[in-house]
């Protein structure tokens, strides 16, 4: 069974990580999410869930305007051929839906099968804004802690400049 807010909040508040928390109405998309939270402070998330070729799972978290070449960036991570990860596989592996993917959402993967990947240049926000696990708000915490979360769960993020994918 996948975590609640609640529960992930209290994943947070365990390892001494500041968040707070807005809510707003559903979001799909960037353009949504910016008219709900531009005011606020950070680099904003959006976050790709790609499967490789081989199966493996990969969680790309980075800038809300950044763009991403798929293909290019498995060739930069070394990976097989990349492709979107289906809703049934998400949900199986984080345990989240389509429109409410975020990093955060890594504490329900307790099998570690999925790879987070975090792109330098939002990493380089003192804070990140990203889902709590639903697209019903945004929590607020420093980017320093997102990485300290993601350790601390067993995860060994990569962090890859992403504007290396336009390049190829």
């Known amino acids: 069974m996948p975590m609640t807010r609640l529960e992930l909040f209290a994943c947070l508040d365990g ?4 968040h707070a928390t807005v809510e707003h109405p559903p979001v799909f998309t960037v353009e ?15 976050n790709l ?3 490789d070729k081989a199966g493996g799972l990969w969680l790309v978290t980075c800038l809300d305007e950044q763009p991403v070449r798929v ?10 051929r990349f492709s979107f990860g289906k809703p049934e596989r998400l949900m199986e592996a984080l345990g989240v839906e389509p429109g409410s993917v975020t990093a955060l959402a890594l504490v329900n993967d307790t099998a570690r099968r999925v790879q987070p990947v975090l792109d330098t240049k939002l990493m380089a926000h003192e804070l990140v ?11 607020t915490l420093r980017s320093a802690d997102l ?4 350790e601390a769960l067993g995860f060994a993020p990569r962090l890859v400049d992403l504007d290396l994918t336009l390049e190829a």
């Open 15 to 18: 390892l001494d990580i500041a």
């Open 32 to 46: 949504q999410a910016q008219e709900h939270t531009h005011h606020l402070p950070g680099g904003h998330t959006k």
């Open 49 to 51: 869930f790609l499967e």
């Open 71 to 80: 293909n290019a960036l498995a060739r930069l991570l070394g990976a097989p």
């Open 129 to 139: 804004n990203c889902h709590p696990l639903a697209n019903t708000a945004t929590t």
């Open 147 to 150: 990485l300290r979360f993601m």
